[in-house]
């Protein structure tokens, strides 16, 4: 009977050895599934991040949009290089992992090239449905791609958990023979779980306060970048409205002494001619001549500077007068139509007939138009209240005016600095038209504003 029971718990001894060599060997193969799984799902979130941030540039043309793309795309290659190797050594074939390496290649690839096409064409990226559509195609198949990765990971799972269960059948069989071996076995294997349960524990609670701190530093960088998108723009504001201050003071300055130096010439040429009758000399006409040209030089910069119709009768007044001696300049018939330019605040106005001044110059330029309409009137856009303006010219369209030009980004940020927005493109019919929308919401308090901040008065006409 002792040697029996020696030989049982030898037996048993042995049995448990190998039945704890398969469980190992299980658990590792388990593990290395579930980093495999980790890893995949690490992979497809950069994807997403990478997505994310280019869809983001793409929508605004902002370089901050690009930082979840260019985080994501620094951790990518040594990410899918770890991917690639667990899969290699979990014996995955090579024609799948070259239809990840394709898939991966080629869509990265794509995402460079719409960046450069974003910052090399403009907005008009977005209007390409074609390589939006190639875009989901390639994600869509990297998503399957990875999710059939990550289905064979938890096939290697449960393999390896039923595989564990067998032994452990098997083990408890064995066990038998021995109660004493069987139930220390049973103890060992409890102490071996718990501890098991314990580092997972520990594991998910690292990765939920991972998580957590993770978005905490999304909210507060996105925080950061929308305060400092806020301090740009209102550095933007305070810039332009400096530059007219600026231009009020040149205006006031070319009046009260180029001005009056001309004028004071024109006197003393005056004075000198009664002087000199009957005899006139050539040169006192030619002294009277441009001591006029003076006083219209100074003028004309004074008026090109800071219109004095503009902060004296509002944007129609100047609108008109800038008409029509735009009329008389090109032979250009005109028509004007700003009923209600007083619901603008006086930075709006000034920014409007900034706009006004480029669209003309661009229709004398391009337009090779007859005719040329600026209307505006109270609008609602999205619940909200603004004044639309139009500028309609029948001449030959846009053609292929390009998104960036210079005078179409001038007017375009003119309209952001003012909260507004910004079309250009054909007008019915035939021609070109401008668009412009500015908010009339809280018209009250930035009167208030202006009036604390009173603007020097522009300068009379000479």
């Not at 290395?32 to 997505?51: F, K, N």
């Not at 994310?52 to 990518?76: C, K, M, S, W």
């Not at 449905?129 to 990297?142: E, F, P, T, V």
């Not at 040169?283 to 004095?308: F, K, N, S, W």
């Amino acid at each position: 009977m002792l040697l029996a029971v020696f030989l049982a718990f030898v037996g048993t001894a042995v049995g448990a050895a190998q039945s704890l060599d398969d469980l190992v060997r299980r658990d590792a193969q388990r593990s290395s599934a579930l980093r495999t799984q980790t890893d995949l799902q690490r992979l497809l979130t950069l994807l997403v991040d990478i997505e994310t941030g280019v869809r983001g540039f793409i929508i605004t043309g902002q370089r901050p949009f690009l930082q979840p793309y260019e985080a994501a795309r620094h951790d990518l290659d040594q990410t899918y290089g770890d991917v690639r190797k667990r899969l290699v050594e979990v014996g995955t074939s090579e024609a799948q992992l070259q239809r990840l390496d394709g898939f991966l290649e080629e869509r990265l690839a794509q995402v460079e090239s719409n960046i450069a096409r974003r910052e090399r064409e403009g907005p008009v990226v977005m209007r390409d449905l074609a390589s939006y559509a190639d875009g989901k195609r390639l994600m869509d198949q990297l998503r399957y791609e990875i999710e059939e990765l990550q289905r064979v990971q938890q096939w290697r799972i449960a393999e390896a958990d039923q595989a564990t269960r067998a032994v452990q059948q098997h083990t408890l069989e064995l066990t038998r023979l021995l109660p004493g071996v069987g139930l220390l076995a049973l103890v060992l294997a409890l102490v071996a779980l718990t501890r098991e349960q314990r580092r997972r524990d520990r594991a998910e609670t690292a990765l939920r306060e991972a998580n957590a701190n993770l978005e905490r530093l999304v909210g507060e960088r996105t925080s950061a970048l929308s305060r400092a998108l806020g301090r740009i723009q209102g550095f933007a504001v305070e810039l332009d409205r400096g530059v007219e201050e600026e231009r009020r003071r040149l205006a006031r300055e070319v009046h009260d002494q180029i001005g009056q130096v001309g004028t004071a010439m024109k006197m003393l040429v005056v004075a000198l001619r009664n002087k000199l009758k009957p005899k006139v000399e050539p040169l006192v006409d030619e002294l009277q001549g441009m001591a006029d040209e003076t006083i219209r030089v100074a003028r004309h910069i004074a008026a090109a500077l800071r219109p004095p119709l503009l902060d004296e009768l509002g944007l129609e007044a100047a609108t008109e007068h800038y008409l029509q001696q735009l009329g008389r300049q090109s032979g250009l018939a005109t028509r004007l139509g700003l009923p209600d330019a007083g619901l603008l605040t006086p930075e709006q106005a000034s920014q409007l007939f900034r706009i006004i001044q480029e669209a003309c110059t661009n229709v004398l330029r391009h337009a090779q138009a007859r005719t040329l309409t600026i209307e505006g009137e109270p609008v609602e856009v999205d619940g909200r209240e603004g004044f639309r303006l139009d500028i309609i010219d029948d001449g030959r369209g846009p053609g292929d005016t390009r998104a960036d030009a210079s005078g179409l980004r001038n007017m375009r940020e003119r309209a952001a600095l003012a909260d507004g927005s910004f079309e250009f493109g054909p007008a019915p019919g035939r021609g070109t038209r401008v668009r412009v929308w500015l908010p009339l919401a809280g018209q009250h308090d930035n009167n208030d504003h202006n009036d604390n901040r009173k603007a020097a008065p522009a300068p009379a006409s000479p």
